[in-house]
């Protein structure tokens, strides 16, 4: 369990380092979901997640561990009990090609200068994927040691293994392998990197806006064009809730299952749950159960 929680906590740092209708935005604030109707016997539920923060603010509310509790099975972005999975994970984080390789000389003493702030050099770095170079971005934006981190999606997935509920993923390791590489290059990370203070404050923003479960805001910031373009936004986010989206009714047409994603796909015209309306569901924010 204990290296299934570090993959864990590996894989969401990797994505984490975010016009949507306005009407009933207010009364649309919630991280908890259900979802009915089109045929479905059961209520499904979906939890917009943070993917990391500090313990001190961390919660996790009532009404979500309630609908886990009801659910029969527990799904995520990616199967973390699936040792395939976690192989294809492990792998994500080297490279065959050294980043220095992939560099001319001014572009890797740049490189190497901009990782001392993030503790570590080119050197140490040099045999590892640009998805691992990403990940220091979300390990420096959060305040606190490492042993102090929290994941929604690790502590919702120790409660569905008690609880002997089935554990399924949205997406494969290698999907979400493309969708980065599609996202962001080498020199697109690097960029991104530079951008270290930056990053936060923006994590900042967004862990208080979700804990007043304002996934809105979340999404608002995650998809600020100071570190998102429209191409990283099709790739990251749109892309990637609409495949999800179009496996998400067979899961739950026998069984209620419980969704847990990042927040910020929830939200905006091409979000989870603008998908799933277009698709005869009904989604609605629960404030209790």
Request: aromatic share 6%; with cysteine.
């Amino acid at each position: 369990m204990k290296n299934l929680v570090k993959l864990g906590v590996a894989a969401v740092m990797t994505i984490t380092s975010i016009n949507t209708n306005a009407q009933n935005k207010e009364n649309e604030k919630s991280t908890l979901w259900e979802v009915t109707g089109n045929g479905l016997s059961k209520p499904s539920y979906i939890a917009g997640t943070f993917h990391i923060m500090c313990s001190k603010d961390f919660e996790m509310k009532p009404k979500v561990l309630k609908a886990l509790e009801k659910s029969e099975n527990f799904v995520m972005e990616i199967n973390y009990t699936d040792p395939k999975e976690m192989a294809a994970l492990q792998g994500m984080f080297k490279s065959d090609k050294k980043l220095s390789d992939q560099l001319n000389p001014n572009e890797a003493n740049e490189l190497d200068k901009i990782l001392a702030s993030y503790g570590t050099n080119l050197k140490n770095m040099d045999s590892s994927s640009s998805q691992a170079l990403y990940a220091l971005i979300s390990m420096k934006a959060v305040p606190c040691p490492q042993t102090e981190i929290k994941s929604y999606e690790i502590e919702l997935l120790q409660t569905a293994l008690k609880s002997k509920k089935n554990i399924g993923g949205l997406e494969k390791v290698e999907d979400q392998l493309t969708s980065i590489n599609t996202a962001y290059n080498l020199k697109d990370v690097i960029q991104q990197l530079k951008m270290g203070k930056e990053y936060e404050i923006l994590l900042q923003g967004m862990i208080s806006a979700f804990k007043k479960e304002d996934l809105q805001t979340v999404y608002d910031l995650f998809k600020n064009d100071k570190f998102m373009n429209s191409k990283q936004e099709k790739a990251m986010l749109t892309d990637r809730n609409k495949n999800w989206s179009e496996k998400m009714p067979e899961m739950m047409k026998k069984e209620s299952s419980f969704f847990a994603v990042g927040g910020a796909h929830l939200m905006g015209n091409n979000g989870i749950i603008q998908l799933l309306r277009s698709k005869g569901y009904s989604v609605k924010p629960i404030s209790s159960l």
